[in-house]
């Protein structure tokens, strides 16, 4: 049996030490809490900033903007979530993947209600004439359409009913809802496009990273070749 050095036994008493505070971390419902607070950070100063009048000139479009980038950015950040848990060795991350996912959710669907509600009166016609007429709202749209989905199906109980593979699949309509959310903000902006085509370039860094990870897992010919059995 082979002896460790005191150098390698500090290190490996070290990182088992890290390895049990973050797995008691990752696990704790007040962690789980304390993220869920946090995300409620953006909401809470946009009510904040109403109560004090401080929502600039135009507050519809304030909130609308705010909402709209907060939606791009929990959607990043829930993409985030599998390359991380990876890099770092902690699958105790996925816990909180739902959560993330869902304020996305919650911050595109004020980011509409804004819209509906200021802008277009709950006006159908002029909805769908707006939809027709500008691309960015077409194309923001279908980004919403496709996060509903993904919503409705975020609990483990429809994990269950669908089965894994479909609800992966269908999952993966998150890649499309970001990269609809970024070109609808792209298409959106008029001088400064600086920080759609930083959110751009995080997405295509994650979609790299799945990418890699998917040629990672694939089969060689020779583990999908069929065993045959051999008799003498």
């Given at each position: 049996m082979p002896i460790r050095s005191p150098v390698s036994t500090l290190?490996?008493?070290?990182?088992?030490f890290i390895e049990t505070v973050w797995k008691k971390i990752l696990f704790s419902r007040w962690t789980k809490a304390t993220l869920f607070a946090v995300c409620l950070i953006p909401a809470a100063l946009l009510v904040w900033r109403g109560?004090?009048?401080d929502l600039t000139a135009n507050p519809v479009e304030y909130i609308e903007h705010n909402t709209g980038d907060w939606t791009i950015r929990f959607l990043l950040i829930t993409l985030s979530v599998t390359p991380l848990r990876k890099i770092f060795t902690q699958p105790l991350l996925t816990r909180y993947?739902?959560?993330l996912g869902l304020f996305s959710f919650f911050y595109v669907c004020v980011h509409m209600l804004m819209y509906l509600t200021f802008d277009q009166m709950f006006d159908p016609a002029a909805i769908w004439a707006d939809v027709v007429k500008r691309p960015y709202i077409t194309v923001g749209?279908?980004?919403?359409?496709?996060l509903i989905p993904l919503a409705v199906t975020s609990t483990a109980a429809m994990v269950r009913r669908l089965g894994?593979?479909?609800w992966q699949l269908l999952h993966r309509l998150i890649y499309f809802a970001?990269?609809?959310g970024i070109i609808h903000f792209y298409w959106l902006v008029k001088s400064d496009i600086r920080e759609p085509l930083m959110y751009g370039v995080i997405l295509a860094l994650l979609m790299l990273f799945r990418v890699r990870m998917w040629l990672s897992n694939k089969p060689?010919?020779?583990?999908?070749?069929?065993?045959t059995a051999t008799r003498t």
């Open positions: 290190a490996w008493i070290c990182a088992n109560f004090q009048g993947r739902r959560m749209t279908a980004g919403l359409l496709m894994p593979k479909r970001t990269l609809a060689t010919s020779a583990e999908t070749r069929p065993l």
